[in-house]
Protein backbone atom coordinates (compact mmCIF):
# COMPACT_ATOMS: atom_id res chain seq x y z
CA UNK A 1 0.00 0.00 0.00
CA UNK A 2 1.32 3.52 -0.06
CA UNK A 3 3.32 4.85 2.27
CA UNK A 4 3.60 8.73 3.67
CA UNK A 5 3.70 11.21 0.68
CA UNK A 6 5.28 14.51 1.21
CA UNK A 7 5.22 17.66 -1.34
CA UNK A 8 6.93 19.11 -2.90
CA UNK A 9 10.11 16.95 -2.96
CA UNK A 10 12.37 20.01 -3.07
CA UNK A 11 11.31 23.26 -2.79
CA UNK A 12 13.62 26.43 -3.17
CA UNK A 13 13.05 30.25 -1.36
CA UNK A 14 14.27 33.31 -1.48
CA UNK A 15 14.79 34.90 2.25
CA UNK A 16 11.80 36.25 3.46
CA UNK A 17 9.29 33.94 1.48
CA UNK A 18 6.37 31.91 2.89
CA UNK A 19 6.60 28.45 2.17
CA UNK A 20 3.80 25.70 2.65
CA UNK A 21 4.55 22.20 2.78
CA UNK A 22 2.19 18.84 2.47
CA UNK A 23 2.57 15.77 4.15
CA UNK A 24 -0.07 12.71 2.99
CA UNK A 25 -0.32 10.39 6.15
CA UNK A 26 -1.17 6.60 5.39
CA UNK A 27 -4.35 6.18 5.64
CA UNK A 28 -6.61 5.84 8.46
CA UNK A 29 -3.39 6.75 10.91
CA UNK A 30 -4.07 8.79 13.93
CA UNK A 31 -0.80 10.28 14.64
CA UNK A 32 1.24 12.48 12.42
CA UNK A 33 4.27 14.33 13.32
CA UNK A 34 6.95 16.55 11.86
CA UNK A 35 10.78 16.61 12.24
CA UNK A 36 12.97 19.17 11.12
CA UNK A 37 16.77 17.13 9.67
CA UNK A 38 19.53 19.84 9.02
CA UNK A 39 22.52 18.94 7.13
CA UNK A 40 24.51 16.17 9.00
CA UNK A 41 22.21 15.79 12.04
CA UNK A 42 19.39 13.62 13.44
CA UNK A 43 15.40 14.61 12.40
CA UNK A 44 14.17 16.99 15.52
CA UNK A 45 10.84 17.13 16.83
CA UNK A 46 8.57 20.12 15.59
CA UNK A 47 5.40 19.00 16.40
CA UNK A 48 2.89 15.92 17.08
CA UNK A 49 -1.14 15.40 15.87
CA UNK A 50 -3.73 13.15 16.89
CA UNK A 51 -6.62 13.49 14.19
CA UNK A 52 -6.93 16.88 13.89
CA UNK A 53 -5.75 18.03 17.43
CA UNK A 54 -2.01 19.59 17.65
CA UNK A 55 -1.41 17.58 21.10
CA UNK A 56 2.19 18.99 21.43
CA UNK A 57 4.18 22.20 19.30
CA UNK A 58 7.14 22.25 21.61
CA UNK A 59 9.89 21.79 19.10
CA UNK A 60 8.53 24.52 16.53
CA UNK A 61 11.28 26.86 16.67
CA UNK A 62 9.78 30.45 16.73
CA UNK A 63 6.62 31.52 15.95
CA UNK A 64 7.32 31.64 12.30
CA UNK A 65 6.56 27.58 12.27
CA UNK A 66 3.13 26.78 12.20
CA UNK A 67 1.25 23.59 11.69
CA UNK A 68 -1.99 22.28 11.04
CA UNK A 69 -3.92 18.84 10.14
CA UNK A 70 -7.55 19.01 8.29
CA UNK A 71 -10.00 16.70 8.38
CA UNK A 72 -7.50 14.23 10.75
CA UNK A 73 -5.91 13.64 7.15
CA UNK A 74 -3.67 15.98 5.29
CA UNK A 75 -1.12 17.96 7.53
CA UNK A 76 1.00 21.15 6.23
CA UNK A 77 4.03 22.69 7.88
CA UNK A 78 3.95 26.51 7.37
CA UNK A 79 7.16 28.65 8.12
CA UNK A 80 6.46 32.17 7.20
CA UNK A 81 9.56 34.94 6.14
CA UNK A 82 12.27 31.86 5.63
CA UNK A 83 15.57 32.32 7.01
CA UNK A 84 18.44 30.63 5.78
CA UNK A 85 18.51 28.62 9.18
CA UNK A 86 15.40 27.13 7.94
CA UNK A 87 16.88 25.22 5.42
CA UNK A 88 16.94 21.84 6.57
CA UNK A 89 14.50 18.37 5.26
CA UNK A 90 11.58 18.27 7.00
CA UNK A 91 9.92 15.04 7.89
CA UNK A 92 6.82 13.76 8.07
CA UNK A 93 5.41 10.62 10.03
CA UNK A 94 2.44 8.92 10.58
CA UNK A 95 1.33 6.43 13.56
CA UNK A 96 -1.91 4.16 13.52
CA UNK A 97 -2.45 5.35 16.85
CA UNK A 98 -1.09 6.93 19.84
CA UNK A 99 2.07 5.92 22.31
CA UNK A 100 5.73 4.15 20.89
CA UNK A 101 3.75 0.98 20.79
CA UNK A 102 2.70 1.86 17.27
CA UNK A 103 5.72 2.66 14.57
CA UNK A 104 6.13 5.45 12.83
CA UNK A 105 6.48 5.24 9.08
CA UNK A 106 8.55 8.25 7.69
CA UNK A 107 7.87 10.15 4.20
CA UNK A 108 10.82 10.85 2.31
CA UNK A 109 11.17 14.32 3.43
CA UNK A 110 11.38 17.58 1.65
CA UNK A 111 14.22 19.58 1.45
CA UNK A 112 14.19 23.00 1.86
CA UNK A 113 16.79 25.64 0.62
CA UNK A 114 16.40 29.18 1.51
CA UNK A 115 18.63 31.53 -0.81
CA UNK B 1 17.25 15.81 29.77
CA UNK B 2 16.68 13.41 27.25
CA UNK B 3 19.59 12.63 24.21
CA UNK B 4 21.19 10.46 22.27
CA UNK B 5 24.88 10.15 21.09
CA UNK B 6 25.98 8.23 18.41
CA UNK B 7 30.13 8.70 18.34
CA UNK B 8 31.18 7.79 15.54
CA UNK B 9 30.01 9.54 12.35
CA UNK B 10 31.90 7.50 9.78
CA UNK B 11 32.19 3.73 9.68
CA UNK B 12 33.99 1.63 6.88
CA UNK B 13 33.50 -2.11 7.27
CA UNK B 14 34.63 -4.77 4.17
CA UNK B 15 31.51 -6.42 2.93
CA UNK B 16 31.04 -9.71 4.65
CA UNK B 17 32.67 -8.02 8.05
CA UNK B 18 30.80 -8.01 10.90
CA UNK B 19 29.53 -4.34 12.34
CA UNK B 20 28.66 -2.70 15.51
CA UNK B 21 27.16 0.95 15.79
CA UNK B 22 27.42 2.40 19.46
CA UNK B 23 24.38 4.57 20.71
CA UNK B 24 24.39 6.26 24.00
CA UNK B 25 20.97 7.59 25.57
CA UNK B 26 19.96 10.03 28.57
CA UNK B 27 16.69 9.51 29.87
CA UNK B 28 15.16 10.26 33.11
CA UNK B 29 12.67 7.26 32.85
CA UNK B 30 12.52 4.17 31.38
CA UNK B 31 13.42 4.58 27.62
CA UNK B 32 12.16 2.97 24.50
CA UNK B 33 14.66 2.57 22.22
CA UNK B 34 14.66 2.50 18.34
CA UNK B 35 17.33 2.12 15.79
CA UNK B 36 16.32 3.47 12.52
CA UNK B 37 18.32 3.72 8.84
CA UNK B 38 18.39 6.18 6.19
CA UNK B 39 19.20 5.09 2.42
CA UNK B 40 19.46 8.29 -0.06
CA UNK B 41 16.33 10.10 -1.22
CA UNK B 42 14.73 7.33 1.26
CA UNK B 43 12.42 7.61 4.59
CA UNK B 44 13.80 6.74 7.45
CA UNK B 45 13.12 2.80 8.19
CA UNK B 46 12.85 0.91 11.38
CA UNK B 47 14.78 -1.26 12.00
CA UNK B 48 14.25 -2.53 15.35
CA UNK B 49 12.86 -1.48 18.61
CA UNK B 50 13.19 -2.45 22.15
CA UNK B 51 10.81 -1.60 24.99
CA UNK B 52 10.92 -4.22 27.63
CA UNK B 53 11.92 -7.83 28.49
CA UNK B 54 14.68 -9.71 26.26
CA UNK B 55 17.38 -7.21 26.35
CA UNK B 56 18.70 -8.92 23.12
CA UNK B 57 16.50 -7.55 20.35
CA UNK B 58 15.94 -8.77 16.73
CA UNK B 59 15.21 -6.69 13.88
CA UNK B 60 14.66 -7.02 9.94
CA UNK B 61 17.55 -7.13 7.19
CA UNK B 62 19.98 -9.77 10.21
CA UNK B 63 20.15 -6.81 12.32
CA UNK B 64 20.56 -6.75 16.00
CA UNK B 65 20.66 -4.59 19.39
CA UNK B 66 21.24 -4.96 22.93
CA UNK B 67 19.88 -2.83 25.73
CA UNK B 68 22.45 -2.43 28.49
CA UNK B 69 20.70 -0.05 31.34
CA UNK B 70 24.04 -0.37 33.47
CA UNK B 71 25.49 1.47 30.32
CA UNK B 72 23.38 3.11 29.22
CA UNK B 73 23.79 1.76 25.50
CA UNK B 74 21.40 0.40 22.57
CA UNK B 75 24.46 -0.78 20.28
CA UNK B 76 23.54 -1.81 16.94
CA UNK B 77 25.14 -5.51 15.51
CA UNK B 78 25.23 -7.36 12.45
CA UNK B 79 27.37 -10.69 11.93
CA UNK B 80 27.80 -10.19 8.69
CA UNK B 81 27.73 -6.92 6.60
CA UNK B 82 26.60 -6.77 2.56
CA UNK B 83 26.85 -3.81 0.75
CA UNK B 84 23.45 -2.97 0.16
CA UNK B 85 23.43 -2.02 4.24
CA UNK B 86 25.38 1.36 3.09
CA UNK B 87 22.92 3.96 4.48
CA UNK B 88 22.88 6.39 7.74
CA UNK B 89 21.51 4.84 10.86
CA UNK B 90 19.98 6.66 13.24
CA UNK B 91 19.65 5.79 17.33
CA UNK B 92 16.24 7.19 18.85
CA UNK B 93 14.98 7.56 22.19
CA UNK B 94 10.93 8.19 23.65
CA UNK B 95 9.38 7.58 26.67
CA UNK B 96 6.58 8.99 29.32
CA UNK B 97 8.83 11.94 29.50
CA UNK B 98 8.68 13.76 26.26
CA UNK B 99 5.09 12.57 24.59
CA UNK B 100 5.36 10.70 21.56
CA UNK B 101 7.89 12.37 20.28
CA UNK B 102 10.96 10.67 19.61
CA UNK B 103 15.14 12.04 20.01
CA UNK B 104 17.02 11.04 17.53
CA UNK B 105 21.10 10.92 17.48
CA UNK B 106 23.25 12.47 14.91
CA UNK B 107 23.53 9.34 12.62
CA UNK B 108 26.22 7.26 11.72
CA UNK B 109 27.53 6.94 7.87
CA UNK B 110 28.16 3.56 6.99
CA UNK B 111 30.05 2.41 4.02
CA UNK B 112 30.76 -0.53 3.20
CA UNK B 113 34.07 -1.86 0.99
CA UNK B 114 33.96 -4.70 -1.28
Known amino acids: GAGVSQSPRYKVAKRGQDVALRCDPISGHVSLFWYQQALGQGPEFLTY????????KSGLPSDRFSAERTGGSVSTLKIQRTQQEDSAVYLC?????????????FGPGTRLTVL | AQSVTQPDIHITVSEGASLELRCNYSYGATPYLFWYVQSPGQGLQLLLK??????LVQGIKGFEAEFKRSQSSFNLRKPSVHWSDAAEYFCAVGGSLGGNKLVFGAGTILRVKS
Open chain 1, 93 to 105: ASSPGGGFVYEQF
Open chain 2, 50 to 55: YFSGDT
Open chain 1, 49 to 56: FQNEAQLD
